[in-house]
C-alpha cells in the first residue's frame, strides 16, 4: 500500500500531519488535487508557512523589513476575520481561511522535491505549503521529517532544548524560568525520555511498535536536511550564525522531549474546555 501524508510533521509533537492510504505504485506519485479529500477543508496559519530564514534573510529583515516569501501572508487573512463577525457567510469563509484539501491544484504548483526515493514534496505556489507523497508510510513520515526541518528546524532545536529544561544554555540565560518551568512540570533526564521510547512497544503492543518507527522515519527526514544545511549556508537557518551554535543532529528522544513540552503546557494551563464550551 502506499500510504500519502500532507502538510506534514508527527502527530505526537502536534504539528499539522496527514496520512491517507492509495494504491501502490511503484514509487511515490503525486496524486491529483483533491485524491481522497473529504470534499473540501479550509485552515489557517497565522505565523505563515516559511522556509527557515538564512543569514541573508534576517540581515535583509532588520535593515528593511522585508520577509522571506510565505513568512507572513496568512496572519492577515485570519486577523480580519474579526470584521466578519458576527455576520460572517459560509461563501465568505474562503477570504479568511486558505483551502487545506489533499493535494495541490495543477495551476497551484510552486516547488517539487524528492529528497529520497520513494518520497516527493510538492509546495503550493500560494502559501507554500508541503504535501508529502510515500511510497511506503515509513517515507511519508521521513518527508514529514525534512519538510518540518526545511520550514522551522531552529524553532524545532529551541523546542526540544526547551523540553529537556535546557533552553537557556542554547539560547542564553533570559530563558532561566523557561527552563526551571519545564522543569517542575517534566523533570525527565536524558534516560527517562529514551524509556519512553524504548518502552512504547511492551506498552502498547502494534501501536507502540509502529510509534517507534515513524519516530525513527521522522528523525531521519530532519537529520537528512541538517546534513544538507550543514554543507549548504544557504540552507542554514541565519539563528545559528547569530548564536554561535552549531547545529546538532536529532535524535528520537528529542521528539519524546517535545512532545513532554507540549504536554506540560497545554496540561497546566487547560482544564476550561467545560467553562469555554459553555460560554
Partial sequence: ???????????????????????????????????????????????????????????????????????????????????????????????????????????????????????????????????IYGDTRGNVMFGAGYAGAQDRLFFMDVARHSGRAQLSEFAGGSNKSMDASVWDNAPYTAGDLQRQFELADDLYGAEGTQLQQDVTDYVAGINQFISEAQLNPLLLPGEYTLLGKALEPWKVTDVIATAALIGGIFGKGGGGEVTNAEI
Avoid at 457567510?89 to 516547488?111: C, R
Fill in 1 to 131: 500500500m502506499q500510504r500519502r501524508g500532507t502538510k506534514g510533521t508527527v502527530a505526537v509533537v502536534a504539528w499539522l500531519a496527514a496520512v491517507a492510504i492509495v494504491a501502490a505504485p511503484a514509487s511515490a506519485q503525486v496524486q491529483p488535487y483533491g485524491t481522497n479529500d473529504y470534499g473540501g477543508f479550509r485552515n489557517i496559519l497565522p505565523p505563515g508557512q516559511g522556509k527557515n530564514a538564512t543569514i541573508a534573510d534576517i540581515l535583509a529583515n532588520i535593515s528593511t523589513g522585508a520577509t522571506p516569501a510565505h513568512f507572513d501572508d496568512q496572519r492577515l487573512m485570519y486577523g480580519n476575520l474579526v470584521y466578519a463577525s458576527p455576520s460572517l457567510s459560509p461563501a465568505a469563509i474562503p477570504e479568511f481561511f486558505k483551502d487545506g484539501s489533499f493535494g495541490v491544484q495543477a495551476s497551484d504548483i510552486g516547488t517539487t522535491i524528492s529528497p529520497r526515493p520513494g518520497v516527493t514534496i510538492v509546495r503550493d505556489a500560494g502559501f507554500g505549503v508541503p504535501h
